[in-house]
């Protein structure tokens, strides 16, 4: 009977219940403090991706605008004025019928033009993204227990 | 003393409570001040700004992927005003590698309403200059000097042609305000284009990913053979200059499938200098005579009503024809272009000799209705429906217009009082070398958009005569030009074709000492891989088809052959055996 007297004020001892309460107080405070934590760490990583998707982007539009401004220039460098000029001063002339051979080629095929192969090639993906961008945490589980546990 | 503590603790508490207290209220009350709101809606704004995306324009390639209409990086030189430290040397400065007046750009400077942050100098400055600024700036910086302080550019595409004039009638142009005018530009305007879009562009890192993707304008590829192209102008350039024509236009199309290979047209113009536009044409139609300006075409429409006699069973290659010489249609007298009488003579013989009276007295044969009916079918009075901007309809009077006449059965019947585009002759004779079916021409070959492809299927405009009519006919144009000796022919090639050699009519009648000259011709006979159609206004050597446009024709058909890598006939019958 005194022992258990003894633990019952010792249970309400002001100085244990205090202590629980600062316990409980710096227990919450950790907590906020680690959420906030998490939270700038999220938030600062998700600026920086943010701010790298924005330059990016940037550069793609700038890439795209060289790609262009070159492909003109290319197309200023071959054309057929350029080009008539250059054979000219190479000494080439213009070919006459009487001067061709012709050779039959059973089953040739002539190449389509570059532009319209790399139009076949460039077909966009429909996903690109990977799982882990797109699945939820119980899509993630279902496929795990479908593989049979985690690997 | 434990008392004493309690209570001091117990003011501290307060007192830090207080000021607490007291930023809390302080908080609450700038946020909803008046300022507070102003500073709100300032944040808004500097929080991101309204972007307007024109999307990159569609480039324009040839069969071949040759470049025909691309982009090119121009700069808009702006100046942040309130970083102008001084505004006299900078005017200065720019106004001499502008190309502007000193006033205009310290104007500009100066003279802004004051609220402007910012102001455009001028815009579409070319990289070179740009490059000399940004050298000059650098050097300034250098030297600490803050003359250039301000000073910036901004990138933006500019629609470019890299072969200048080339096709300059089929293509068209873009002015500044990125709409296109005649041609592919104007036509496929929209797909080209792409839609620009109006986008809230935050600053906020965190929204980066909400910023829409733009699609560039589709990308467009041609039927176009831009060699064939370059040596068809070059041809009818030298045309003009050889016999003395005004204008003229030269079409070359498949007839299998109606793609269009080359189509020139004088004047050209070129596309980077679009300004010319207004000192070059008078008006719309000149701008692409192969298809904007119709005309009375003369005997090449012999093909056309001979056509219909012989689908309607009306006569045979091997039916008579007496000529004197002259015919009376409605009341109205009909002679031969020399006015002279050819004696008997079989339809390869009308067509040979391009007999009108014989035309004409065949035309009678198939009566009125059927005549227009066929003529009808032929698409003649209608647009062929390519896909250029600009196109004529042409005209044919047909019996109940107010306008038509007994007597104009017999002058269509040999292409007088009947105007037409070169495209749309060209289109109803492809009926003649494509088993009785006319094809529409079409200068879209291909569509590239995100990288899938879309082809432009062939499309058939009906079928006005049968197949058996249409190698008939082919033949007796084959033979018809082999026995004329014409100045048409291609040695090593079986060719068809004819000349047309027409009056212009004017307010007062017809012109009696001009003609417009055509020539319609398709090869190899026995498997036509290309149709060519050559037009020359008021030639001044010669007022004869068969001495201007036969010949033009025969080069136009050499160099297509080369180009096409068409071999002579009897290469492809030796292949054909092997």
């Given at each position: 009977?005194?022992?258990?007297?003894?633990?019952?004020?010792?249970?309400?001892?002001?100085?244990?219940?205090?202590?629980?309460?600062?316990?409980?107080?710096?227990?919450?405070?950790?907590?906020?403090?680690?959420?906030?934590?998490?939270?700038?760490?999220?938030?600062?990583?998700?600026?920086?991706?943010?701010?790298?998707?924005?330059?990016?982007?940037?550069?793609?539009?700038?890439?795209?605008?060289?790609?262009?401004?070159?492909?003109?220039?290319?197309?200023?460098?071959?054309?057929?004025?350029?080009?008539?000029?250059?054979?000219?001063?190479?000494?080439?002339?213009?070919?006459?019928?009487?001067?061709?051979?012709?050779?039959?080629?059973?089953?040739?095929?002539?190449?389509?033009?570059?532009?319209?192969?790399?139009?076949?090639?460039?077909?966009?993906?429909?996903?690109?993204?990977?799982?882990?961008?797109?699945?939820?945490?119980?899509?993630?589980?279902?496929?795990?227990?479908?593989?049979?546990?985690?690997? | 003393?434990?008392?004493?503590?309690?209570?001091?603790?117990?003011?501290?508490?307060?007192?830090?409570?207080?000021?607490?207290?007291?930023?809390?209220?302080?908080?609450?009350?700038?946020?909803?001040?008046?300022?507070?709101?102003?500073?709100?809606?300032?944040?808004?704004?500097?929080?991101?700004?309204?972007?307007?995306?024109?999307?990159?324009?569609?480039?324009?390639?040839?069969?071949?992927?040759?470049?025909?209409?691309?982009?090119?990086?121009?700069?808009?030189?702006?100046?942040?005003?309130?970083?102008?430290?001084?505004?006299?040397?900078?005017?200065?400065?720019?106004?001499?590698?502008?190309?502007?007046?000193?006033?205009?750009?310290?104007?500009?400077?100066?003279?802004?309403?004051?609220?402007?942050?910012?102001?455009?100098?001028?815009?579409?400055?070319?990289?070179?200059?740009?490059?000399?600024?940004?050298?000059?700036?650098?050097?300034?910086?250098?030297?600490?000097?803050?003359?250039?302080?301000?000073?910036?550019?901004?990138?933006?595409?500019?629609?470019?042609?890299?072969?200048?004039?080339?096709?300059?009638?089929?293509?068209?142009?873009?002015?500044?305000?990125?709409?296109?005018?005649?041609?592919?530009?104007?036509?496929?305007?929209?797909?080209?284009?792409?839609?620009?879009?109006?986008?809230?562009?935050?600053?906020?890192?965190?929204?980066?990913?909400?910023?829409?993707?733009?699609?560039?304008?589709?990308?467009?590829?041609?039927?176009?053979?831009?060699?064939?192209?370059?040596?068809?102008?070059?041809?009818?350039?030298?045309?003009?200059?050889?016999?003395?024509?005004?204008?003229?236009?030269?079409?070359?199309?498949?007839?299998?499938?109606?793609?269009?290979?080359?189509?020139?047209?004088?004047?050209?113009?070129?596309?980077?200098?679009?300004?010319?536009?207004?000192?070059?044409?008078?008006?719309?139609?000149?701008?692409?005579?192969?298809?904007?300006?119709?005309?009375?075409?003369?005997?090449?429409?012999?093909?056309?009503t001979?056509?219909?006699a012989?689908?309607?069973?009306t006569v045979?290659?091997?039916?008579?024809f007496?000529?004197?010489?002259?015919i009376e249609v409605g009341?109205i007298?009909v002679?031969?272009?020399?006015?002279?009488?050819?004696?008997?003579?079989?339809?390869?013989?009308?067509?040979?000799?391009?007999?009108?009276v014989c035309l004409a007295w065949v035309a009678t044969q198939m009566g009125t209705?059927t005549f227009?009916?066929?003529?009808?079918?032929?698409?003649?009075?209608?647009?062929?429906?390519?896909?250029?901007?600009?196109?004529?309809?042409?005209?044919?009077?047909?019996?109940?217009?107010?306008?038509?006449?007994s007597v104009d059965l017999g002058t269509n019947a040999f292409?007088?009082?009947?105007?037409?585009?070169?495209?749309?002759?060209?289109?109803?004779?492809?009926?003649?070398?494509?088993?009785?079916?006319?094809?529409?021409?079409?200068?879209?070959?291909?569509?590239?958009?995100?990288?899938?492809?879309?082809?432009?299927?062939?499309?058939?405009?009906?079928?006005?005569?049968?197949?058996?009519?249409?190698?008939?006919?082919?033949?007796?144009?084959?033979?018809?030009?082999?026995?004329?000796?014409?100045?048409?022919?291609?040695?090593?090639?079986?060719?068809?074709?004819?000349?047309?050699?027409?009056?212009?009519?004017?307010?007062?009648?017809?012109?009696?000492?001009?003609?417009?000259?055509?020539?319609?011709?398709?090869?190899?006979?026995?498997?036509?891989?290309?149709?060519?159609?050559?037009?020359?206004?008021?030639?001044?050597?010669?007022?004869?088809?068969?001495?201007?446009?036969?010949?033009?024709?025969?080069?136009?058909?050499?160099?297509?052959?080369?180009?096409?890598?068409?071999?002579?006939?009897?290469?492809?019958?030796?292949?054909?055996?092997?």
């Amino acid at each position: 009977m005194q022992a258990t007297q003894i633990i019952h004020a010792y249970k309400q001892a002001p100085w244990r219940v205090q202590r629980q309460w600062i316990g409980a107080f710096l227990l919450f405070v950790i907590g906020a403090a680690m959420i906030a934590a998490l939270y700038l760490d999220v938030t600062a990583r998700t600026s920086v991706a943010g701010r790298e998707i924005q330059e990016l982007r940037s550069q793609i539009t700038t890439i795209q605008r060289e790609n262009a401004d070159l492909e003109t220039q290319l197309a200023d460098l071959t054309s057929t004025a350029v080009m008539r000029q250059r054979a000219l001063e190479l000494g080439y002339r213009p070919v006459q019928p009487g001067e061709l051979d012709y050779v039959a080629v059973p089953g040739f095929v002539p190449p389509e033009p570059a532009i319209l192969l790399a139009a076949e090639d460039t077909t966009p993906h429909v996903q690109t993204q990977p799982a882990e961008f797109t699945q939820s945490l119980l899509e993630w589980f279902d496929e795990r227990l479908k593989l049979g546990g985690p690997r | 003393m434990r008392q004493q503590y309690a209570v001091r603790s117990l003011i501290i508490v307060v007192g830090l409570a207080l000021v607490g207290l007291a930023v809390v209220v302080q908080m609450v009350r700038i946020q909803s001040s008046e300022q507070a709101l102003i500073f709100l809606s300032q944040g808004d704004r500097y929080a991101g700004e309204f972007q307007m995306y024109y999307p990159e324009r569609g480039e324009i390639y040839d069969r071949n992927g040759h470049l025909l209409a691309g982009n090119r990086t121009v700069y808009e030189v702006g100046v942040t005003l309130s970083e102008v430290e001084n505004a006299d040397s900078m005017a200065y400065i720019l106004s001499t590698y502008l190309g502007l007046t000193y006033e205009d750009v310290h104007n500009k400077l100066t003279a802004s309403p004051e609220d402007w942050e910012y102001v455009v100098v001028q815009d579409y400055v070319g990289v070179e200059t740009v490059e000399s600024l940004q050298q000059l700036i650098r050097q300034l910086n250098d030297a600490e000097d803050p003359r250039l302080n301000g000073l910036g550019f901004k990138p933006h595409l500019q629609r470019s042609y890299p072969e200048n004039a080339l096709a300059s009638n089929v293509l068209g142009f873009v002015t500044r305000d990125g709409r296109g005018y005649f041609g592919i530009e104007e036509k496929y305007n929209d797909l080209l284009a792409g839609n620009p879009v109006q986008i809230w562009v935050p600053r906020d890192p965190n929204k980066a990913t909400e910023i829409p993707r733009v699609p560039n304008g589709t990308t467009l590829v041609l039927t176009l053979n831009r060699d064939l192209q370059a040596q068809v102008e070059s041809i009818l350039d030298d045309a003009l200059v050889d016999y003395g024509a005004q204008n003229g236009a030269i079409i070359v199309m498949d007839p299998r499938d109606g793609e269009i290979l080359a189509m020139a047209s004088t004047p050209r113009m070129n596309l980077n200098n679009y300004g010319n536009y207004f000192s070059l044409y008078d008006n719309g139609s000149q701008y692409n005579r192969s298809i904007g300006t119709a005309y009375e075409p003369g005997s090449v429409i012999k093909v056309l009503t001979m056509a219909a006699a012989l689908d309607t069973g009306t006569v045979r290659p091997d039916t008579t024809f007496i000529d004197t010489g002259s015919i009376e249609v409605g009341g109205i007298t009909v002679q031969n272009w020399n006015r002279e009488s050819w004696g008997q003579q079989n339809m390869i013989g009308c067509l040979q000799h391009s007999l009108n009276v014989c035309l004409a007295w065949v035309a009678t044969q198939m009566g009125t209705q059927t005549f227009y009916g066929y003529m009808e079918r032929f698409g003649l009075g209608h647009p062929t429906g390519i896909d250029l901007s600009g196109e004529a309809m042409g005209r044919l009077k047909v019996p109940g217009d107010s306008d038509w006449y007994s007597v104009d059965l017999g002058t269509n019947a040999f292409g007088q009082g009947v105007s037409v585009t070169p495209l749309q002759m060209m289109m109803a004779v492809s009926a003649i070398t494509n088993d009785g079916k006319m094809v529409t021409p079409h200068v879209l070959y291909s569509m590239l958009r995100d990288g899938h492809q879309y082809n432009v299927p062939s499309q058939y405009a009906g079928s006005p005569i049968s197949a058996q009519t249409a190698h008939t006919l082919n033949e007796m144009l084959a033979l018809s030009l082999e026995q004329e000796s014409s100045q048409a022919l291609l040695p090593g090639y079986r060719l068809a074709g004819k000349t047309g050699t027409a009056q212009i009519p004017t307010d007062y009648g017809y012109d009696p000492w001009h003609t417009n000259v055509s020539f319609i011709g398709w090869g190899p006979v026995d498997d036509p891989q290309f149709m060519v159609y050559v037009w020359l206004q008021q030639p001044s050597t010669s007022i004869w088809s068969s001495e201007t446009a036969a010949p033009v024709f025969s080069e136009v058909a050499e160099q297509t052959v080369i180009l096409l890598n068409i071999p002579p006939d009897i290469v492809r019958s030796q292949a054909a055996t092997k």
